[in-house]
């Protein structure tokens, strides 16, 4: 009995979810990303920048899940350790995550990703990435938006943890 219903209950949810996941549509996005290190990180490194594809599936009324991948770089900054002055070497890293996104009315959205940052240097090392953040999309179309978002990303390798706020300008295109 007790698998009935929960098998009930699993069936109830993806028929709810399929109801509500039509009032969106799914998109996909191309942006330009910029990071702003913070703490220690900003104390070697200046801005990064690069790109990013994310896609946005409906799951249910102003609730989409999210995947997302592109490449960043950061460029190092000179830096003095024990009198002796160097320059941190730039490094590139290939972010893929997935999370969730909600919005809050027609235009301001919260969401959250997790995954992995992959090292393009040669032996560098793979990060977990955590980004919590907010944004608004702007309808320039029937089926576009612009979309400016502002997030908390944080990088964990090594026991180490580098932060940065990032910023994404995007084109949204519905599918």
């Known amino acids: 009995m007790k698998k009935l ?3 009930t209950a699993v069936a109830g949810l993806f028929a ?3 109801v ?3 009032t969106k549509t799914p998109k996909l996005s191309i942006g330009a990303e910029f ?6 990180f900003g104390d070697s490194y200046n801005l990064g920048y690069g790109g990013s594809l994310q896609y946005q599936h409906p799951v249910a009324a102003n609730l989409l899940v999210t995947g997302s991948a592109g490449y960043t770089t ?3 900054k000179d830096v003095t350790v024990f009198g002796t002055t160097f320059k941190a070497p730039s490094f590139g890293t290939i972010p893929v995550k997935a999370g969730a996104r909600y919005y809050f009315g ?3 959205f919260a969401g959250a990703e997790l995954g992995a940052g992959f090292s393009t240097e040669e032996g560098g ?3 977990f990435i955590y980004s919590p953040g907010v944004g608004v999309d702007f309808p320039v ?3 576009g938006s612009v979309e400016l978002g502002a997030r908390y990303e944080g990088w964990s390798a090594n026991s180490n943890t580098s932060g940065f706020l990032g910023l994404r300008l995007a084109y949204n295109f519905g599918l």
């Open 125 to 127: 090392s793979t990060a």
């Open 106 to 108: 027609e235009t301001f």
């Open 16 to 18: 709810f979810t399929s």
């Open 74 to 76: 950061f460029t190092g």
């Open 20 to 22: 509500n996941a039509q």
């Open 141 to 143: 179309s029937d089926k």
């Open 35 to 40: 990071g702003f290190p913070m703490g220690t």
């Open 5 to 7: 219903l929960l098998l």
